[in-house]
């Protein structure tokens, strides 16, 4: 895990200079009193580099998985595994027969791994979700913290379920110019989504599933999260809403 692969290092290390060579231009502009130039580059580098990372479903870094292909939806789970939904949640999706993604944080499945072994079990699919889910770095990681996120669930979950998944989705949604080679390196593809409601910060279930009422179409990939009060409720109103609306469910193993 401490060795980063050849090919990963070949591919950061010139996107870690466009990162460094901005910062040098601006210096550079400022120490000569261009102060105009030099704030109107920072602004324009701090605006690209903001869109692209922060950007859940931007392609300008690298492919990003948006919709799910065909006319039936795709439900994804993240956060997991976690005691206070993981078994409630399971039942409620054999009650109607619906697979759904599992994107699991490495962490937590090292702390929960029957769990994870049980989502196995049950005919989902894992996902990796970076080992230790740092929300608010994940994109500003540099290559060795992206690779340790991505390379060290991916261990995680090979150990203690078996299984080597082939989606990863970002922390939060957030990615980098390092995302992209450290998931090609691992055999990874980045999954976003279509269709959320902001559950992690709403506590009102009928009201996140207004918000995503309107998204619950054909193709739509649906993100929801574990370990939360409002889990259990929102995919119970999520798997009506779709029913009412005569969707049907993927079973992301058919891919
Ligand atoms: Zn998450």
Redesign the pocket.
Known sequence: MNALPNEYVRRTSWRLLLRILPAIGVGVLWFYGQHGAAMALFATVFCTIGYLTLSPTTRLLGPVTTHWQGDAMLLTL??GPHPDTTPALLDLLDRHGVKAVF?V?GDRVKQWPELAREIVRRGHTIGN?SQT?P?GRFWILGPRGTWREAAGCQQTLREITGESPQWF?A??GHYNTFTHPALDELGLRLMSWSCRGFD?VDPDAPRVLRRMASNVKPGAIVLL?EAIPTSVELVEGILELARAKGLRWADPKAV
């Open positions: 993240d956060d994107f944080i979700h889910h929300s989705r922390p939060v992690t999260h």
